[in-house]
């Protein structure tokens, strides 16, 4: 009977990165001479990564075995139960979960909620060598990228990475300045492991696409979701997205001033940021402005071209928007797309009106007609009305 090590579906999806060749030059699994030289330097292969990639999994059953393992000898990778893959084992080595976390998150704090959930997943021994295990989705992802350059003949194609918690308009603003400047956008939609249920990645993904399909030219946009598991996370993310959208055939990264991980500063009078420091990146990197609403040039606007001051803006704050709606509060047609609002409520208050019908019927213009109505139509009708301004 072969030997078993038990990891979680985070893990699997993460060593399928590797293995599709999206963290390129990372080729596989680190021994420990290399991982502690990653740790140090900052650099693999002459290229800028944050940290060593190991798999040293949790739990007293996994411990066991790997301590068993002989150089050469193979052991099955199991997540629920079914087999994904396995590992031919070149070294198993100790680590101290501790300091790893601190690779990562740049913190040991036990508050934090990522330092928390690695804790509880990360065990005291890692493996290295060769390894192959079974994730399709992400091949599939890069034929569709690949498919779609093709279809257009892009030559410029561009990266954006967002969680689109809720899309706003400042999301939507960004989406179409990049894609004046592109053939091809690519839309790496965040999906976390702990994704809570307030705004999951199907609404999000709806959303989206309900965007791209209705108000930009649609073959030139693709939505793909990036599995956004624990090395994404802290002061690392802006590195490794830009290294996972040159890998996925992307030629440009487009990331706002506010984004995680990107430590912007001002030096010798210029704005320097993380990429001003990194090695072997081949990608551009633009940097777009922070959008706002500015009550006297009344559209949205960037500080760099707007003269008004602060006080004439309305900022697009994706959490306080979010916080609205989960208080069963329509937010403003200024902050967030009308129809968007009404996804999100339908999906947040189910069944929220025992008579909808008559509500609807009592205070909507119609055509005289039956019809069935959603709540979702009911919250845009009623959107229509807030927007109704001969009446003041």
């Given at each position: 009977m072969s030997k078993k090590i038990y990891i979680d579906r985070e893990a699997l999806s993460t060593l399928a990165l590797v293995q599709e060749g999206l963290l390129r030059p990372v080729d596989g699994l680190m021994d420990r001479k290399t991982a502690e030289e990653v740790n140090r330097t900052k650099l693999y292969k002459g290229h800028s990564f944050p940290f060593a990639f190991i798999l040293a999994p949790k739990?007293?059953?996994?411990?066991?075995?790997?301590?068993?393992?002989?150089?050469?000898?193979?052991?099955?990778?199991?997540?629920?139960?079914?087999?994904?893959?396995?590992?031919?084992?070149?070294?198993v080595f100790e680590i101290d979960p501790q300091a790893r976390v601190e690779e990562i998150y740049g913190?040991?704090?036990?508050?934090?909620?990522?330092?928390?959930?690695?804790?509880?997943?990360?065990?005291?021994?890692?493996?290295?060598?060769?390894?192959?295990?079974?994730?399709?989705?992400?091949?599939?992802?890069?034929?569709?990228?690949?498919?779609?350059?093709?279809?257009?003949?892009?030559?410029?194609?561009?990266?954006?990475?967002?969680?689109?918690?809720?899309?706003?308009?400042?999301?939507?603003?960004l989406i179409r300045t990049t894609l004046d400047r592109s053939d091809l956008v690519v839309i790496f939609l965040f999906k976390p492991y702990r994704e809570d249920s307030t705004l999951p990645y199907e609404l999000r993904y709806r959303s989206m696409e309900y965007f791209v399909k209705n108000y930009l030219p649609a073959n030139r946009v693709i939505i793909v979701p990036l599995e956004y598991t624990y090395i994404f996370a802290g002061y690392n993310e802006v590195i490794l997205d830009a290294l996972v959208a040159q890998n996925f055939g992307c030629d440009e990264l487009v990331i706002g001033q506010n984004h995680a991980g990107l430590g912007s500063f001002y030096d010798k009078n210029r704005i320097q940021s993380v990429f001003d420091h990194i090695q072997g990146f081949s990608i551009q990197i633009?940097?777009?402005?922070?959008?706002?609403?500015?009550?006297?040039?009344?559209?949205?606007?960037?500080?760099?071209?707007?003269?008004?001051?602060?006080?004439?803006?309305?900022?697009?704050?994706?959490?306080?928007?979010?916080?609205?709606?989960?208080?069963?509060?329509?937010?403003?047609?200024?902050?967030?797309?009308?129809?968007?609002?009404?996804?999100?409520?339908?999906?947040?208050?189910?069944?929220?009106?025992?008579?909808?019908?008559?509500?609807?019927?009592?205070?909507?213009?119609?055509?005289?007609?039956?019809?069935?109505?959603?709540?979702?139509?009911?919250?845009?009708k009623l959107m229509k009305l807030y927007q109704t301004t001969s009446l003041k």
């Open positions: 739990g007293r059953r996994n411990e066991d075995v790997l301590k068993s393992l002989e150089p050469g000898e193979r052991v099955e990778l199991i997540v629920d139960d079914e087999p994904v893959g396995w590992i031919d084992t070149e070294e913190t040991q704090n036990p508050s934090h909620p990522g330092v928390q959930a690695t804790m509880k997943r990360l065990g005291r021994y890692a493996i290295s060598g060769n390894y192959r295990v079974e994730y399709p989705s992400l091949r599939r992802i890069k034929e569709q990228i690949a498919t779609a350059k093709e279809r257009i003949g892009a030559k410029q194609t561009s990266a954006l990475m967002m969680a689109a918690r809720p899309l706003h308009r400042a999301h939507e603003r633009h940097t777009a402005p922070e959008y706002a609403y500015c009550d006297i040039c009344r559209t949205l606007v960037s500080s760099r071209t707007c003269p008004h001051g602060e006080h004439h803006h309305i900022s697009y704050h994706a959490d306080s928007i979010l916080e609205l709606l989960k208080k069963g509060l329509l937010p403003p047609a200024v902050l967030i797309r009308k129809e968007l609002s009404a996804m999100i409520l339908a999906h947040l208050f189910p069944r929220r009106f025992e008579n909808l019908e008559k509500i609807y019927y009592d205070l909507m213009p119609g055509s005289g007609l039956l019809e069935n109505q959603s709540e979702e139509d009911f919250y845009i």
